[in-house]
């Protein structure tokens, strides 16, 4: 009987402690785990069996092919800038068709002429303004991609000289003043973008050198 009665007790131990019951004679308070490290889990929640660490992503997260940049080029820009000069001298051509029609059309009663006529007047003022700013656009990319090809390098030096060089070669027809005043503006429009672009950068220089 008391063979039995301690194989039993023995066996119902045993089992105990394989599922994590208080008869394996063992128990660990909370002030004894607390020292244990946990390997590989999260210090952010206990639940996470993973490293933060390899969650790190050191590398860029495209594959870009051998040779290529990570930013686009001006022969890629390109096409996205002469389509929103064209659609942006389209949408100002067409407001200011809107008001020229308007302006001409005002001592004429509501009807189907002067309709027509301001309808007329703002599909003219859009195509005009569209390919103006489309023809400009293509100088500048031409000229931008012209000058990078021959530099060899990308900077703010090809912003404006393309802008100088589209201003100078849209306003050639108008003799050397024409020239003159054409490059004139270029200039002056891209070097303000190019101060646009480093503004952020030149704020921190002048804020070190400050300190």
């Known amino acids: 009987?008391?063979?039995?009665?301690g194989n039993s007790n023995r066996s119902t131990?045993?089992?105990?402690?394989?599922f994590g019951g208080s008869g394996s004679g063992m128990s660990y308070s909370n002030a004894d785990l607390a020292g244990v490290p946990l390997t590989g889990m999260s210090p952010l929640?206990?639940?996470?069996n993973v490293d933060p660490r390899y969650l790190i992503q050191d590398t860029d997260?495209?594959?870009?092919?051998?040779?290529?940049?990570?930013?686009?080029?001006r022969f890629e820009l390109a096409f996205f800038t002469i389509g929103?000069?064209?659609?942006?001298?389209?949408?100002f051509g067409a407001v200011n068709g809107l008001r020229l029609g308007l302006k001409e059309t005002r001592k004429m009663s509501w009807s189907k002429p002067r309709n027509v006529q301001i309808l007329n007047m703002v599909t003219r003022q859009g195509a005009l303004w569209a390919n103006t700013l489309g023809s400009l656009a293509l100088l500048y990319s031409a000229f931008g991609v012209v000058i990078e090809k021959t530099r060899g390098a990308e900077d703010d030096i090809n912003t404006i000289a393309a802008g100088?060089?589209?201003g100078m070669l849209y306003k050639c027809t108008g003799g050397l003043r024409g020239?003159?005043?054409?490059?004139?503006t270029g200039l002056t429009l891209t070097t303000l973008y190019a101060l646009y672009n480093n503004w952020e950068h030149m704020?921190?220089?002048?804020?070190?050198?400050?300190l």
């Open 1 to 5: 009987m008391d063979g039995s009665g």
């Open 13 to 18: 131990g045993g089992l105990a402690g394989f």
């Open 179 to 184: 020239v003159a005043r054409g490059g004139l």
């Open 84 to 91: 929103g000069c064209c659609i942006t001298g389209a949408a």
């Open 164 to 166: 100088t060089m589209t």
């Open 45 to 48: 929640s206990p639940y996470l």
């Open 61 to 73: 997260e495209f594959i870009l092919p051998t040779g290529a940049n990570k930013t686009r080029g």
């Open 203 to 210: 704020k921190g220089s002048m804020t070190q050198q400050s």
